[in-house]
């Protein structure tokens, strides 16, 4: 075996037309289908009475936006939309200020961030603990709450 040929990539040999002769010659023995091109319906890739719609060109079921219309969205649509994130921009500005105005630093709300990721990581390992010595005691983990001192809310 050739140690390199996992590294060829797959070479499809040449196609043959061995089965549409076949085909062919056992098409005389078979009642005839619908679509004189496929003998055998159940060899062809589209279904007998789709044959005509199937080939046609294609069309997109999502219909074409109107002339000026990028994607199907008017430009007093966007006008909107940029209002409103603006709107939205001068809120979380505000809101922003007041937390400085009370002392908070930008720091501070990072670290606390950074400390409740944690803490969430800490707690989903806890639960995942609780999940399995559930399983393994044959028990609902509602059942643990109590032996482990916690509370349902915890």
């Known amino acids: 075996m050739d140690p390199l040929a996992p590294l060829n990539p797959l070479i499809r040999g040449p196609r043959t037309p061995g089965l549409r002769r076949w085909i062919q010659s056992q098409a005389l023995l078979l009642p005839s289908c619908s679509s004189s091109r ?3 319906g159940f060899l062809s890739r589209t279904e007998p009475g ?3 719609s199937c080939r046609g060109a294609f069309r997109s ?21 940029i209002q409103k994130l603006k709107e939205k921009r001068d809120m979380l500005d ?30 989903d390992v806890g639960q995942m603990l609780m999940g399995k010595l559930a399983v393994i005691r044959g028990v609902t983990t ?13």
């Open 38 to 40: 496929f003998p055998l």
């Open 142 to 154: 509602k059942e643990l709450y109590p032996e482990f001192g916690l509370d349902m809310n915890d």
């Open 50 to 52: 789709l044959t005509r």
């Open 61 to 81: 079921p999502r219909p074409s936006p109107k002339s000026g219309q990028a994607d199907g969205t008017s430009e007093e649509s966007l006008h909107l939309d």
């Open 94 to 123: 505000e809101e922003i200020s007041q937390f400085i105005s009370e002392g908070y630093s930008v720091d501070e709300l990072e670290d606390h961030i950074t400390q409740l990721h944690e803490y969430n990581d800490i707690k």
